[in-house]
């Protein structure tokens, strides 16, 4: 009897093993099989991406002007050599070397004309015929139809169907520039939101200030002391409306909240109903985004901007709804610009130096809740320093070119700190094809999702339309 206990017992200890063994193999086998379905199914979808972006370049780069567009300018810029000094000053404090953002931010720099070319070289569209017409140059004076410059920093662009016109609106800033005290940041009094309208994006009417400050009353939101930054405008279809969100703000920017006003004209005057905080949460640098369903999105800097929030709007897009996402956490983030292409959402970010330059990035999404990962800096050309400060830039808005896939107008300030009204426009086209070069950080491989690109040229030409193609032009 002990003879066949201890036999049965010697069999069951194999039994068990066997079992384990073989629950790991299987195991191993269903993590071996989701992995490779992982695999397959993101090289099925890169596959996808990569035809549908080569269809799309191979599609531009039929045009020659197309080919110019995306060749790479340089732009090498020599820091002069530093001014002679005494002996005794060298030998008190040795002089550093200089960096070009220094000398941009530097008003007595030898390099000043370089950043902010005079009045003599200015877009002037009712002067520049001929060989000049329609041509951007990035940086310099942009005047409009009556021969002043155009005052619509950190602006958007809203083009009407209804008029075929496009609306410019931005910061009017033409006011003296002054600190509010010694550790403030430079500003001018609050004027109003300008706008001026185009039919071909380069010829621009001035408008007016479509929404003006108040000068009477202290505590209203836009009072002169007060601070309005950043305003969009998009149309409401159900109501007929005009509706703009912006920035509002204490000279101190401590309020931190977000203004909103309607209008029943694309040229105002615009009512300006009131400022909140957006789900309870500080509010600086925003952008309004409508999808192509019509529903709206306000984006914004948030917790102290090392974040950015996401929402839709209500109906009537005079408020936000109780859906909120948590974007770019961590990542100190701002002047958001969002734009869509083939289904999938963009977006350009600055980094938070004030008025100082600083390296762009661009981010993707396939929902435009999120999540969204971050693929690198978009910048292409000019030289490495000029990348690293998107070329002295700072993003504002990204204007589609209908007609034209995968190519937009990126549009941006060159922030003059020392003179805020003599700030400059930087628009450069921006495309969107290509393998990105930089992997996802959250999994081992690249994104589904093309390259964003924004490349450099001291002068190129806005698109036109010729026998139904839309093409660029570039020198």
């Known amino acids: 009897m002990e003879n066949k206990t201890r036999m049965k017992n010697k069999y069951k200890k194999p039994?068990?093993?066997?079992?384990?063994?073989?629950?790991?193999?299987?195991?191993?086998?269903?993590?071996?099989?989701?992995?490779?379905c992982v695999l397959l199914f993101h090289l099925y979808f890169l596959n996808q991406s990569q035809h549908s972006q080569h269809v799309v370049m191979q599609m531009n780069s039929d045009h020659p002007y197309y080919r110019e567009l995306v060749e790479v300018e340089d732009d090498g810029i020599k820091i002069p050599p530093p001014r002679k000094r005494s002996p005794r000053a060298i030998k008190r404090k040795p002089k550093r070397?200089?960096?070009?953002?220094?000398?941009?931010?530097?008003?007595?720099?030898?390099?000043?004309?370089?950043?902010?070319?005079?009045?003599?070289?200015?877009?002037?569209?009712?002067?520049?015929?001929?060989n000049e017409s329609l041509y951007y140059h990035p940086g310099r004076i942009w005047l409009d139809t009556d021969g002043n410059p155009i005052q619509a920093h950190g602006g958007g662009i809203l083009y009407d169907d209804r008029s075929r016109t496009y609306y410019w609106y931005g910061e009017y800033k033409d006011g003296p520039t002054y600190y509010a005290h010694k550790k403030a940041a430079a500003r001018v009094d609050i004027i109003g939101v300008g706008c001026y309208s185009s039919k071909d994006l380069w010829t621009w009417k001035n408008e007016g200030i479509v929404l003006a400050a108040e000068e009477a009353n202290e505590t209203h939101d836009l009072h002169t002391s007060n601070v309005l930054e950043r305003p969009k405008v998009i149309y409401n279809k159900n109501t007929n409306k005009y509706v703009m969100w912006m920035h509002i703000d204490d000279a101190n920017y401590t309020k931190a909240s977000v203004g909103i006003a309607i209008s029943n004209s694309p040229?105002?005057?615009?009512?300006?109903?009131?400022?909140?905080?957006?789900?309870?949460?500080?509010?600086?640098?925003?952008?309004?985004?409508?999808?192509?369903?019509d529903v709206a999105y306000l984006v914004y800097s948030s917790e102290d901007n090392s974040e950015l929030h996401i929402g839709p709007l209500t109906q009537d897009y005079l408020d936000v709804t109780n859906n909120m996402r948590r974007i770019l956490v961590g990542q100190h983030r701002e002047a958001p610009a969002l734009f869509k292409h083939e289904g999938t959402y963009y977006m350009i970010t600055s980094g938070c130096t004030g008025w100082a330059p600083n390296e762009a990035l661009a981010h993707a999404a396939e929902s435009v809740m999120g999540p969204w990962e971050t693929m690198g800096n978009p910048c292409v050309g000019g030289n490495k320093v000029f990348r690293l400060a998107t070329f002295f830039a700072q993003s504002t808005f990204v204007l589609p070119l209908h007609g034209f896939p995968g190519v937009f107008i990126f549009m941006a300030d060159r922030w003059n700190p020392a003179d805020l009204r003599d700030s400059r426009y930087v628009w450069l086209p921006l495309l969107v094809g290509g393998p990105v070069d930089r992997p996802l950080d959250y999994s081992f491989g690249f994104p589904l999702w093309?390259?964003?690109?924004?490349?450099?040229?001291?002068?190129?030409?806005?698109?036109?339309?010729?026998?139904?193609?839309?093409?660029?032009?570039?020198?």
């Open 450 to 475: 093309p390259r964003v690109s924004i490349y450099w040229h001291k002068r190129w030409k806005l698109p036109y339309k010729w026998s139904g193609v839309y093409l660029f032009c570039v020198h």
């Open 97 to 130: 070397p200089t960096t070009l953002i220094e000398e941009f931010l530097d008003e007595s720099s030898q390099l000043r004309y370089i950043f902010f070319p005079g009045q003599k070289t200015a877009i002037d569209p009712l002067n520049d015929a001929g």
């Open 267 to 293: 040229t105002g005057p615009f009512e300006y109903i009131r400022s909140t905080r957006p789900h309870g949460f500080e509010s600086r640098d925003m952008t309004i985004f409508k999808d192509d369903d």
């Open 15 to 36: 039994t068990t093993l066997n079992c384990y063994a073989g629950n790991r193999y299987r195991f191993s086998l269903m993590v071996c099989s989701f992995i490779g």
